[in-house]
């Protein structure tokens, strides 16, 4: 004698509970998606750069528009003022990135001029030597401005000492760092120095850690799940 296999209708509360689940992993799918779409913009935007370095043009109105521009500036490195920007890693070696302000000839504006990575050095504790002119110079890189607020890892260092380790790169308070000693006005955005300059250091950049493929991996493990 076989026994009757009976069926149970799920409860609306497991009904909702899978629907919701659904809805929830399918939207990470779609996330991922949007992500991999923005990148792809990014990548494109940067691969646009102009062959001539440009010439800064004062005011700027919308610094977005010089995102990726090659430029060239004129001035002078204020060596005594530098900003080091920390825990920065390369080649699996933790450092600094170094911020070296440069004031834009005739002229009471900044540009932060990214010169690349430094290595951390034996201990936190000793600050890095990193000796620069402040002669007049041209200097010429790649406008970064940044996408959003910074990540903060920490606060604005507040000690008198230089050159000042930062965790973040805010513009306004690095501008009111800098006003301590002189009467400037830092622009919201760096540039990247290019690899080649006399003042680079290691200047090796990544637009950003995750490529497209890799959000389109996660999409595609995201639906799966759903």
Do not use: C
């Not at 990548?43 to 610094?63: A, G």
């Amino acid at each position: 004698m076989t026994t009757k296999k009976s069926w149970r209708k799920p409860s609306w509360f497991i009904l909702m509970i899978t629907i919701l689940a659904i809805f929830f992993l399918s939207s990470l799918g779609v996330w991922q998606l949007q992500r991999a779409e923005s990148k792809e913009n990014i990548l494109l935007q940067s691969q646009q750069q102009n062959d001539t370095p440009l010439t800064l043009e004062l005011p700027i109105n919308d610094p977005t528009t010089l995102r990726y521009k090659r430029m060239r500036l004129e001035g002078n490195f204020l060596p005594s003022h530098q900003f080091i920007l920390d825990n920065q890693v390369l080649e699996h070696q933790v450092g600094y990135n170094v911020f070296t302000p440069l004031q834009l000839l005739n002229t009471k504006y900044v540009v932060l001029v990214d010169r690349g990575w430094i290595t951390l050095g034996e201990s936190r504790d000793k600050l890095p030597e990193i000796p620069v002119s402040d002669k007049l110079r041209s200097v010429t890189g790649t406008v970064y401005v940044p996408f959003s607020e910074a990540y903060r890892l920490g606060e604005i260092d507040e000690s008198e000492t230089w050159p000042r380790r930062i965790q973040f790169l805010d513009f306004a308070a690095l501008e009111t760092r800098l006003n301590t000693e002189f009467d400037v006005e830092v622009l919201p955005f760096s540039l990247r120095i290019n690899a080649d300059d006399d003042d680079a250091l290691k200047a090796q950049w990544k637009i950003f850690a995750f490529t497209p493929e890799r959000h389109l991996a996660y999409a595609v493990q995201w639906f799966a799940l759903a």
